[in-house]
């Protein structure tokens, strides 16, 4: 797949990502397999991964100002 902003090809790699589930809590997913531009630094997640994902983030607490999780696939 090649990167929408430089069109260079995607690598897959695996990166520790935060998504804000609140307006005071945050989550980081650790090693989580994104595709990264090698060039610009552009990532995207597949679609199979943010599912994933949101199923995780649906049954976090909010009331956590930090959680960090590991993806599992």
């Given at each position: 797949?090649?990167?929408?902003?430089?069109?260079?090809?995607?690598?897959?790699?695996?990166?520790?990502?935060?998504?804000k589930?609140?307006?005071?809590?945050?989550?980081?997913?650790?090693?989580?397999?994104?595709?990264?531009?090698?060039?610009?630094?552009?990532?995207?997640?597949?679609?199979?991964?943010?599912?994933?994902?949101?199923?995780?983030?649906?049954?976090?607490?909010?009331?956590?100002?930090?959680?960090?999780?590991?993806?599992v696939?």
């Amino acid at each position: 797949m090649r990167c929408y902003n430089c069109g260079e090809n995607l690598e897959k790699i695996f990166s520790d990502m935060p998504f804000k589930v609140s307006n005071e809590s945050v989550v980081i997913i650790k090693r989580l397999p994104v595709l990264q531009c090698p060039n610009c630094q552009e990532y995207l997640l597949e679609d199979i991964v943010m599912k994933k994902v949101e199923e995780k983030l649906s049954k976090v607490s909010v009331t956590a100002e930090l959680e960090i999780l590991k993806y599992v696939a």
